[in-house]
């Protein structure tokens, strides 16, 4: 069977499928029209990058001491940061900012099980110190060979948003906080 008879047999199952197709001797040694693009090169990903390509969303980000940029997506905090040797991985770490109280550490315990079991992204998980038990989330992606800068926004946001989507559930599921 020819690609025309295909295509053809194609337009009439999905009817609001249309191909714009240029005969072969016009496009010899030409991309199709359905493939031109502007074509994207990876660059290195570098702390100056990261910050540029963040700014340039009108994200507001504060620089830390180690090149990390922090800032609040949603009322919650997050970090991005080159990490790794030779800083080839971008990390996109979130804070949930509340403290898991005492009575509901197991429910939190189930739900971050829950998350990690079903969903890809992000890695969700407790982490205590002193003050209690909160949970963080966090994207890892190997920015080694380098990134576009839709690539880099896109794993960015990615992050980002899988962070809010987890901290929002969780907070949704939690007794209000008391105040002082």
């Given at each position: 069977?020819?690609?025309?008879?295909?295509?053809d047999?194609?337009?009439?199952?999905?009817?609001?499928?249309?191909?714009?197709?240029?005969?072969?001797?016009?496009?010899?040694?030409r991309?199709?029209?359905?493939?031109?693009r502007?074509?994207?090169n990876?660059?290195?990903v570098?702390?100056?990058?990261?910050?540029?390509?963040?700014?340039?969303?009108?994200?507001?980000?504060?620089?830390?001491?180690d090149?990390?940029?922090?800032?609040?997506?949603?009322?919650?905090?997050?970090?991005?940061?080159?990490?790794?040797?030779?800083?080839?991985?971008?990390?996109v770490h979130?804070t949930w900012?509340?403290?898991?109280?005492d009575?509901?550490?197991?429910?939190?315990?189930?739900?971050?099980?829950d998350w990690?079991?079903?969903?890809?992204?992000?890695?969700?998980f407790?982490?205590?110190?002193?003050?209690?038990?909160?949970?963080?989330?966090e994207?890892?992606?190997?920015?080694?060979?380098?990134?576009?800068?839709?690539q880099?926004?896109?794993?960015v946001?990615a992050?980002l948003?899988a962070g809010?989507?987890?901290?929002?559930?969780?907070?949704?599921?939690?007794?209000?906080?008391?105040?002082?």
């Open positions: 069977m020819t690609w025309r008879r295909r295509l047999r194609l337009r009439r199952r999905v009817p609001e499928v249309r191909v714009r197709m240029r005969p072969a001797n016009r496009d010899a040694g991309p199709g029209v359905l493939l031109r502007r074509a994207e990876a660059s290195p570098t702390p100056r990058r990261l910050r540029e390509s963040v700014m340039a969303r009108g994200y507001h980000v504060r620089v830390e001491a090149s990390s940029l922090t800032g609040l997506w949603d009322g919650y905090p997050f970090k991005l940061r080159l990490v790794g040797e030779n800083h080839s991985d971008l990390s979130g900012g509340r403290t898991v109280p009575e509901m550490h197991s429910a939190v315990a189930q739900a971050v099980n990690n079991r079903e969903k890809i992204w992000p890695t969700v407790t982490m205590s110190d002193p003050s209690g038990t909160t949970v963080r989330t994207v890892h992606a190997d920015v080694g060979a380098g990134a576009t800068d839709r880099l926004i896109e794993l946001e992050g948003t809010v989507q987890f901290f929002q559930a969780l907070g949704g599921s939690m007794p209000p906080l008391e105040e002082p």
